[in-house]
């Protein structure tokens, strides 16, 4: 009995900490804010159950007491429960006082830290928070106070307006024109550097810069857009240059199945882009029985997937038990083999057609070709072969079957907020499995296939 406080950080989960995605691989619950990236609840196990209950403008999904009591609730039931927030729990994210709330009813809890948005954001817009020339320390603060008597917040503010300092203000988007007037009231200059970072670490991450003076009249007329962090003082006028890749801003979403797309995802992400993966299917194993042995003493053995290489070493057992020629339809699959032990003689160009051809050139009329591979594969390559007079065996080894993807409102609200230019289609399954669930793809959106087959599907599918 006891619940993990974890930070997911700011932007892409392959920030995440390892402490957190051990955490994250073991939870029976999450209970989860809406500033996460959703790919992060991918790596909880089948049977985990999900809680929204992350803040929406001007709409509470829980209150804090609501969150509070769902935690004890939860715990109480036994499991490993973690409460996993945007950036980190301790930095304006109620972690203290989630913590207190537990200990005060007798529940252990242990914590993994993120990265606060002040600090991800900062390094991504390329902003020294502290510079030997312009700041010694850094003070982070909150613009969205708790109602006050009086002027007994003064202080707070004249602490702030009187810092040497770097000041990263969060939650000061709504109410900024009346923060500056506060600052400059107690002596900030109306001249002093502001930046305001938008959504900081993630691809589309936007940068404003200006003066105090300047950025409270855009904050009158509503240009300063919610989530920002703002960055006060002089550290805020430099500008570094970190390397930017070449999708930077792009926001595509990968249909593939898990761990596919979170692998695609992070790989994509490199190059600046924000991912979201849709595991709209998930793998269940198929045991051959019998067929076992045709697989092993083929004289062709085809793969037509990474996970088909996987399935092949657990059936294999010893790779040694394999006896014939094996054949990838592609790199991925080739690498996958390879991890396992096993090395293809042969590599088509990553689709059912490619492979098609590949085994029109080298199969012969009387030879024994064996499919160990999805339940649904594609119906080209088996016809190739068997144009040749060889003699086919289809032998499924797993099944792609449909699955929830947990996060999808969250997704969805991120999708609203910051379009989507690119969906991804790792297979004709997984085209047909989203037009039946989430119906036609953003009409913003170009439309990637995963091979000629899967294009057909797609054209098909969406009419493009």
């Not at 289609?425 to 439309?447: C, K, T």
């Amino acid at each position: 009995m006891s619940v993990w406080l974890i930070g997911a950080g700011c932007g892409s989960p392959g920030f995440l900490p390892a402490a957190a995605v051990e955490c994250l691989r073991r939870a029976d619950d999450i209970v989860y804010d809406r500033l996460i990236h959703p790919d992060t609840l991918q790596l909880a196990p089948p049977g985990c159950r999900f809680h929204l209950v992350g803040k929406k403008e001007n709409a509470h999904t829980l209150t804090q007491d609501g969150i509070n009591g769902l935690l004890l609730n939860l715990a109480r039931s036994g499991g490993v429960v973690v409460r996993l927030k945007g950036g980190d729990p301790f930095v304006f994210g109620r972690g203290g006082e989630e913590a207190e709330f537990l200990e005060r009813n007798g529940i252990p809890w242990k914590a993994v830290p993120g990265v606060t948005s002040a600090l991800g954001g900062a390094v991504g817009a390329g902003i020294p928070l502290t510079h030997r020339e312009d700041a010694s320390s850094l003070t982070l603060a909150t613009g969205h106070r708790r109602e006050r008597d009086g002027d007994g917040d003064d202080g707070y503010w004249k602490e702030l307006a009187q810092t040497r300092g770097t000041v990263a203000l969060y939650m000061g988007t709504s109410n900024f024109s009346a923060v500056a007037d506060r600052l400059s009231r107690f002596g900030r200059p109306p001249t002093t550097p502001v930046s305001v970072v938008t959504w900081g670490g993630w691809g589309r991450a936007a940068r404003r810069d200006g003066t105090l003076g300047e950025m409270a009249e855009r904050a009158a007329r509503g240009e300063i857009p919610s989530p920002s962090v703002i960055y006060i003082g002089a550290s805020a006028s430099r500008t570094l240059h970190p390397d930017r890749g070449i999708l930077a801003g792009m926001q595509a979403v990968i249909c593939r199945p898990y761990p596919e797309c979170w692998e695609t995802g992070r790989a994509v992400e490199k190059l600046s882009a924000d991912c979201y993966g849709l595991p709209l299917l998930s793998a269940e194993d198929i045991d051959p029985g019998p067929a076992t042995e045709e697989i092993m003493n083929a004289d062709w053995l085809t793969v037509t997937s990474p996970r088909g290489a996987a399935r092949l070493r657990e059936l294999a057992r010893d790779v040694r038990r394999i006896k014939g020629r094996v054949i990838s339809i592609g790199a991925g699959t080739t690498a996958a083999l390879a991890a396992s032990g096993i090395m293809p003689e042969l590599e088509a160009g990553g689709d059912s057609a490619s492979l098609a051809d590949l085994l029109l050139a080298h199969v012969r009329g009387g030879e024994t070709v064996v499919f160990a591979r999805n339940e649904c594969g594609s119906d080209a390559p088996v016809k190739a072969a068997e144009s040749l007079g060889a003699r086919v065996i289809v032998t499924p080894t797993y099944r792609m079957s449909p699955r929830e993807v947990p996060g999808l409102e969250v997704m969805r609200e991120q999708w609203e907020a910051c379009g989507v230019d690119a969906v991804v289609f790792g297979s004709s399954a997984l085209a047909e499995r989203y037009a039946s669930a989430m119906g036609s793809p953003p009409p913003s959106a170009q439309l990637v296939a995963w091979g000629r087959a899967c294009g057909a599907a797609v054209e098909k599918l969406f009419g493009v």
